[in-house]
């Protein structure tokens, strides 16, 4: 009966004993110096485990900060070797704390703030028209949209062209033609229309041009670097993919309506991400918007410097200014048109709500990105704390919802509200 609702469920094997499977990064937790209970970081472990065991995610990877301390660095599961599809004899390479994983739309986040540190910097404006910079997106009504809208999915190109070749994704000036062709939906930003891919490249475009540089080469430079990352690239360069964990499409297949919103919002079924995300090329390609890859902590480690108004370690990444516009609400609590589900927006982050929002209850002052919906990375600065919770599955509606939504209710219950005199920078 396990094999058959495996067979399904499209699930992994989970064993009886999770220890077997679980990677601590004990040197790298520290609740005891920021005052967090040993129990506290059990229990949210606990609710990772329950999540695990519903076998939608091969592995996964936690990183949690309080108070700018790291309070949990763990993980689980395999990175590769023990998907749906993989037999028993399969090799198994252990998932742990520095598997680089691909964040997918957790991407925006860090593009959107490459975008905010050009304004910073004087190289734009952001209410600019993109046909300011790049005269040829003007093209079928485009000339008025901002750079703005874009980054706050209001730009009116939600989706690549229908039945555009997958292997264009890998090829900038080839996606860039379609897009400055394409027709708008809309060009005036009053209608939110998540944009899955279409966007991060007309900011890369913006980016290249008034650069003169490219997009990864400054990411490396004023991110990359001085925060002292490993991995945070946009793709794996391909002497490494063979680190990089894989992907796995799990879960129950969805049927209509959901396998149509899935399409709508990605430009294929399910099996086709799952064999598009593995592809090689798209993992060596650049993708803002998409196909940046490192590991939980170092996300964490991002969120956590805009927690700390623009620093890390010292260093000044940006101006706190630069952090407070990233995170400004831009328009009201909307039906996307993509999604289907009501969201916030500021200009390249996904945010909270009260009574309850994307990150939990009571989360007003919340901010982040998920990544093919089940990927959760956030900051949360009326509780003083950076999330990055990695996976390698993709299940859409399935049994695991609960468990995922069980995980940020624990989160916010562990970490409640603090006082406002001691909330970090970006609130202060």
């Known amino acids: 009966?396990?094999?058959?609702?495996?067979?399904?469920?499209?699930?992994?094997?989970?064993?009886?004993?999770?220890?077997?499977?679980?990677?601590?990064?004990?040197?790298?937790?520290?609740?005891?110096?920021?005052?967090?209970?040993?129990?506290?970081?059990?229990?949210?472990?606990?609710?990772?485990?329950?999540?695990?065991?519903?076998?939608?995610?091969?592995?996964?990877?936690?990183?949690?900060?309080?108070?700018?301390?790291?309070?949990?660095?763990?993980?689980?599961?395999?990175?590769?070797?023990?998907?749906?599809?993989?037999?028993?004899?399969?090799?198994?390479?252990?998932?742990?704390?520095?598997?680089?994983?691909?964040?997918?739309?957790?991407?925006?986040?860090?593009?959107?703030?490459?975008?905010?540190?050009?304004?910073?910097?004087?190289?734009?404006?952001?209410?600019?028209?993109?046909?300011?910079?790049?005269?040829?997106?003007?093209?079928?009504?485009?000339?008025?949209?901002?750079?703005?809208?874009?980054?706050?999915?209001?730009?009116?190109?939600?989706?690549?062209?229908?039945?555009?070749?997958?292997?264009?994704?890998?090829?900038?000036?080839?996606?860039?033609?379609?897009?400055?062709?394409?027709?708008?939906?809309?060009?005036?930003g009053a209608k939110v229309a998540y944009h899955a891919i279409t966007g991060g490249f007309v900011l890369q475009r913006v980016l290249e041009t008034v650069t003169g540089d490219s997009i990864d080469a400054y990411l490396d430079r004023h991110l990359r670097q001085p925060m002292g990352m490993n991995w945070f690239t946009y793709g794996i360069e391909p002497a490494r993919l063979d680190e990089l964990s894989s992907t796995y499409a799990t879960g129950p297949r969805p049927t209509f309506p959901v396998s149509w919103v899935v399409k709508r919002a990605l430009g294929g079924d399910i099996k086709t991400i799952e064999e598009v995300v593995n592809d090689p090329r798209f993992q060596a390609a650049v993708i803002p918007a998409g196909n940046l890859c490192g590991t939980a902590e170092e996300m964490g480690r991002f969120f956590q410097m805009m927690l700390n108004g623009g620093l890390w370690n010292g260093k000044r990444i940006c101006e706190e200014v630069t952090v407070r516009r990233a995170i400004q609400q831009f328009g009201s609590l909307q039906i996307d048109r993509t999604m289907l589900v009501p969201m916030?927006?500021?200009?390249?982050?996904?945010?909270?709500?009260?009574?309850?929002?994307?990150?939990?209850?009571?989360?007003?002052?919340?901010?982040?990105?998920?990544?093919?919906?089940?990927?959760?990375?956030?900051?949360?600065?009326a509780r003083d704390i950076s999330v990055s919770l990695l996976n390698t599955g993709l299940p859409i509606v399935a049994h695991h919802v609960p468990a995922l939504m069980g995980f940020v209710q624990t989160v916010c219950r562990e970490f409640p509200l603090i006082p406002e005199g001691e909330r970090p920078l970006v609130l202060a």
């Open 1 to 188: 009966m396990k094999q058959l609702a495996r067979h399904a469920l499209h699930t992994c094997a989970i064993p009886k004993n999770l220890e077997t499977v679980t990677y601590r990064d004990q040197a790298g937790e520290n609740p005891a110096a920021v005052g967090v209970r040993q129990d506290s970081v059990e229990a949210i472990w606990r609710s990772v485990e329950r999540l695990y065991r519903t076998g939608v995610h091969p592995g996964i990877q936690l990183s949690v900060r309080h108070r700018g301390e790291q309070v949990l660095h763990r993980a689980i599961g395999h990175a590769r070797g023990n998907g749906p599809g993989d037999k028993a004899d399969t090799p198994k390479v252990a998932m742990t704390t520095n598997t680089p994983v691909c964040y997918f739309s957790a991407s925006k986040a860090v593009t959107a703030l490459l975008m905010h540190m050009l304004a910073e910097q004087g190289l734009v404006n952001l209410m600019d028209p993109v046909a300011y910079y790049c005269p040829e997106f003007a093209q079928n009504g485009k000339r008025t949209i901002t750079v703005h809208q874009v980054l706050s999915h209001r730009g009116g190109i939600p989706a690549i062209p229908k039945d555009t070749p997958i292997d264009v994704l890998w090829d900038k000036d080839e996606i860039w033609r379609l897009l400055c062709e394409a027709r708008p939906v809309e060009v005036d």
């Open 344 to 381: 916030r927006f500021s200009a390249g982050l996904m945010l909270g709500g009260n009574p309850i929002g994307i990150w939990g209850p009571k989360s007003r002052y919340a901010f982040g990105h998920l990544g093919l919906i089940n990927k959760l990375c956030w900051a949360d600065a």
